[in-house]
């Protein structure tokens, strides 16, 4: 799954969060929304203008982010 092909960031639109091309769903709501529970067929019943293949191109960015994310160790 090549997650570029799906999810955009553009300073337009809202304020440059990653969101699904071609509506104004960020990333992290559709992750928010599977965290809570919903599952694939609740949010395509929700949002018809999204397909599963933009379902999983959300997980995939998110997973590609926490990937690159650095990690600093805190003494406390």
């Keep these: 799954m090549n997650w570029q092909e799906r999810i955009i960031i553009d300073p337009d639109i809202l304020v440059g969060k990653p969101v699904v091309k071609g509506t104004r769903l960020a990333v992290e709501f559709i992750v928010d929304l599977?965290?809570?529970g919903w599952s694939e067929a609740d949010i395509l019943r929700n949002y018809p203008g999204l397909t599963r293949e933009d379902i999983q191109a959300c997980l995939s960015y998110a997973s590609a982010v926490l990937r690159a994310e650095k990690v600093y160790p805190?003494?406390?």
């Design 34 to 36: 599977l965290a809570q």
């Design 74 to 76: 805190l003494k406390v």
